[in-house]
């Protein structure tokens, strides 16, 4: 376990990918940092997520030492796949923008980024409860928090809440200095995975009448897969049986043919909402990743957001320490919620135009879905867009 130091510059609260791959760059530019992780190491790194980065995001893991291992056992991905009315699209990312994303787990990011944190040294200090931020608006703020038993207090000079969507950071923020904007979507998605071959080589996403499907992947013998279901579905609502009935429903024949399905060996419900908490700075306080915006899963946009994030930070405090500039944290909430907003738009068309809405059937909106639909299917500029978006707009 890492000793508890008493100062630093900058407390990273939660060790997530947006807290650790902070706290790697800001040692490659020689600022020291501790990370406060709620969690035990190993429940961190259980947990199944993402598997989608951007192509700049990828960039940015290989120019800092991060991307070893998703280089030689990540795949690229040129291109992902669009079913409709028994139809398949091919969104050429390569063809359409020269870029492309790259398929490496959230849950093997993690681990790279762990090991590389304990060989920069820097405190991991994780079932660290009760966080607790004093002295915001001053320039000495501290963390106070609890650990195997016994209470700590950390001096420093910024504090950087990467807590993640149910995380308190925010709420240090003063009540009449932040705003939230929210949208509830009225269906979840189950998320399976499984020791099969992935049914397609690339990505597959589906809209049916049923509703949405996604056939994802971790490697040649690892596939992810995930179904729209009702807002307030349980896990036991679904057994595996379930799962690949419904998922060989939504798909094309040929496509169906060929899935492989097998036991699961993972499986969790997802809400899905949109959610953003503004601004991003107060005072010595800012906030990165999930702890200052939440997408719907549609877009694989969220853990970019952390990483776009993170690299908009790591400027800011930066330019404070090398040259006493402070431009780069008084612009970094303005400069990271314009890429957030375009992310969180682009999620939000992904997911009103790929799923079924409850009661909607013969409705206006229906209507335009299909035209959505219809329109991207047939028009080369709208795929260039989604594409455009998809490999993930500049940093
Ligand atoms: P988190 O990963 O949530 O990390 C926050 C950390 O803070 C956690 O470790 C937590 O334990 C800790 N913490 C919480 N509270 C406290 C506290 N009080 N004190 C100390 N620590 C605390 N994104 C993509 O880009 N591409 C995808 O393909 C994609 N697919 C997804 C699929 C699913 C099913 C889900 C659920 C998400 C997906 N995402 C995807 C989103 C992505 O996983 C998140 O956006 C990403 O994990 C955000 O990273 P983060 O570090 O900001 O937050
Ligand atoms: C995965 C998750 C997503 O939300 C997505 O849009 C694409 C892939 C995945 O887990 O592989």
């Known amino acids: 376990m890492s000793e508890i130091p008493k100062r630093t510059r900058v407390v990273i609260?939660?060790?997530?990918?947006?807290?650790?791959?902070l706290a790697h760059l800001l040692h490659l530019r020689a600022i020291d940092s501790v990370i406060l992780e709620l969690r035990t190491r190993e429940h961190v790194l259980e947990r199944v997520r993402a598997g989608v980065i951007e192509?700049?995001?990828?960039?940015v893991l290989r120019e800092t030492g991060v991307g070893k291992r998703m280089d030689a056992e990540g795949f690229v991905h040129e291109g992902v796949n669009l079913a409709h009315a028994g139809?398949?699209?091919?969104?050429?990312?390569?063809?359409?923008?020269?870029?492309?994303?790259?398929?490496?787990?959230?849950?093997?990011?993690?681990?790279?980024?762990?090991?590389?944190?304990?060989?920069?040294?820097?405190?991991?200090i994780d079932a660290a409860g009760e966080v607790h931020v004093e002295g915001i608006e001053s320039d000495t703020p501290s963390v106070g928090f609890e650990n195997r038993g016994a209470a700590h207090v950390i001096a420093c000079d910024f504090v950087i809440g990467c807590d993640g969507a149910h995380g308190v950071c925010r709420d240090f923020i003063p009540r009449g200095a932040r705003w939230s904007f929210e949208?509830?979507?009225?269906?979840?998605?189950?998320?399976?995975?499984?020791?099969?071959?992935?049914?397609?080589?690339?990505?597959?996403?589906?809209?049916?009448?049923r509703g949405f499907a996604l056939c994802s992947m971790r490697n040649e013998h690892l596939s992810r897969y995930y179904l729209q279901g009702p807002a307030e579905t349980t896990l036991d609502e679904w057994p595996d049986d379930r799962f690949w009935a419904e998922l060989t429903a939504r798909l094309p024949d040929g496509v169906a043919d060929t899935l492989v399905t097998?036991?699961?060996?993972?499986?969790?419900?997802?809400p899905l909402r949109s959610w953003v908490s503004e601004p991003m700075r107060h005072g010595r306080l800012l906030l990165a990743g999930d702890a200052a915006h939440v997408v719907p899963p549609t877009g694989a946009k969220g853990l970019n957001l952390a990483i776009s994030d993170v690299v908009y930070l790591v400027d800011a405090l930066s330019g404070h320490y090398d040259n006493g500039s402070t431009t780069g944290l008084d612009e970094y909430s303005e400069r990271a919620l314009a890429r957030v907003w375009k992310a969180v738009r682009f999620s939000w068309w992904m997911t009103t135009m790929l799923h079924r809405f409850p009661g909607l059937d013969d409705d206006f909106e229906r209507r335009l879905q299909e035209a959505e639909l219809n329109y991207l299917f047939g028009s080369e500029n709208a795929q260039r867009a989604m594409a455009e978006n998809y490999v993930g707009l500049p940093h």
């Open 13 to 21: 609260i939660g060790g997530g990918p947006a807290g650790s791959l």
């Open 183 to 209: 949208r509830q979507y009225p269906f979840c998605w189950v998320g399976l995975l499984s020791e099969t071959p992935p049914v397609n080589e690339e990505l597959i996403y589906a809209s049916h009448k």
């Open 55 to 59: 192509h700049r995001s990828a960039e």
């Open 262 to 270: 097998g036991p699961s060996i993972e499986k969790i419900v997802t």
């Open 87 to 124: 139809d398949m699209l091919r969104i050429d990312f390569q063809g359409l923008t020269g870029k492309h994303v790259t398929i490496y787990g959230q849950t093997e990011l993690q681990k790279d980024l762990y090991d590389l944190i304990d060989a920069d040294g820097i405190p991991l």
